[in-house]
């Protein structure tokens, strides 16, 4: 990433973009055992608030928890930090980025007696799958990757760690000239995408997978879950063939930052009529709504800065 001007939270201070380093014998530099988060923060028509603070910041301290590592840092300073960046950086709208990793006081595995560090970090960030993903939908890849089986990674956890597989997945999916990769777990059934949670839609019912089939339990796809109830709309969570997806009438990607994008095709297969479906798009909308503090039933998911 380029040198840019600005600050990042680190260990509680803020210090310039530049100076924000680690040492290269960081523990989780030669292990992956860290996690983090990816939040964002909408210019509302209340001004600047970030989606769903306290969420991300449970699922940080869970994942941590999760891989044993102690965060010296309560709940209420990280949601504070993650304002603070967004602030002093004067963002409107932003993508964030907290992360929490084991010191370089010592390098054997066990990273007993070493120190825990955290940092949040912001930058603008738009549509992560394209503007053009988001209205007309992307062409996504069944990897030949499998998602993590539940008992090898933890996959509750947004472990560092587990992005070795999103990023092979996701490599081997563009390079082929698709937008995006779709993960099988290590039984064969659909599990998520390389960052997104999936949805299809079947004759007016949505079906996503279940947690079982180790996605990770994502804040966009819980989001998604009050929005299909508002909506009057039933939602199965269960295990789905990847040709239940290339049979569905509409299907879609949720993730904080591929937020809610529909998917044209799956393996060259078109899915229903190959475009964003009225459902994904009543969805996609009141999504949108949401974030943007159109929603007043939703106004508590917005933490101002
Ligand atoms: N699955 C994976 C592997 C992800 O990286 C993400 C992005 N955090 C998601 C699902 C979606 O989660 P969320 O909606 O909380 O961003």
Not at 60 to 89: C, D, G, H, W, Y
Not at 125 to 149: D, F
Request: aromatic share 8%.
């Amino acid at each position: 990433m380029a040198d840019r001007d600005g600050k990042i939270w680190f260990d509680g201070k803020l210090v310039e973009w530049r100076d924000a380093k680690v040492h290269v014998l960081t523990h989780t530099l030669h292990y992956g055992c860290g996690a983090f988060e990816g939040v964002r923060a909408y210019n509302t028509v209340n001004g600047t608030a970030i989606f769903r603070l306290q969420e991300h910041t449970e699922r940080l301290l869970n994942s941590a928890k999760i891989l044993r590592m102690n965060v010296p840092f309560t709940a209420e300073q990280i949601n504070e930090a993650q304002k603070e960046v967004v602030r002093v950086n004067k963002l409107q709208s932003c993508y964030i980025r907290p992360l929490t990793w084991i010191g370089d006081k010592k390098l054997g595995v066990s990273p007993k007696g070493n120190t825990i560090h955290l940092m949040v970090a912001a930058w603008e960030w738009g549509a992560y799958l394209g503007e053009e993903g988001l209205k007309r939908g992307i062409r996504v890849k069944t990897s030949s990757y499998a998602r993590h089986h539940v008992n090898i990674t933890m996959t509750q956890a947004k472990a560092v760690s587990n992005y070795s597989n999103s990023i092979l997945a996701n490599m081997e999916a563009t390079e082929d000239g698709y937008d995006e990769a779709l993960l099988l777990d290590t039984a064969g059934f659909v599990a998520e995408g390389a960052g997104e949670n999936i949805f299809v839609i079947k004759g007016g019912v949505i079906y996503t997978p279940d947690l079982s089939a180790g996605a990770l339990n994502g804040i966009t796809r819980n989001t998604v879950l009050h929005i299909a109830k508002d909506l009057g709309l039933d939602v199965v969570q269960k295990r789905i063939t990847r040709d239940e997806v290339y049979i569905a009438d509409e299907a879609f990607f949720t993730g904080t930052a591929a937020e809610v994008t529909p998917i044209r095709e799956l393996d060259r297969v078109q899915i229903g009529a190959g475009a964003r479906g009225p459902v994904t798009e009543k969805i996609q909308s009141a999504f949108f709504d949401i974030v943007n503090g159109r929603n007043a039933k939703y106004a508590h998911w917005l933490s101002k800065v």
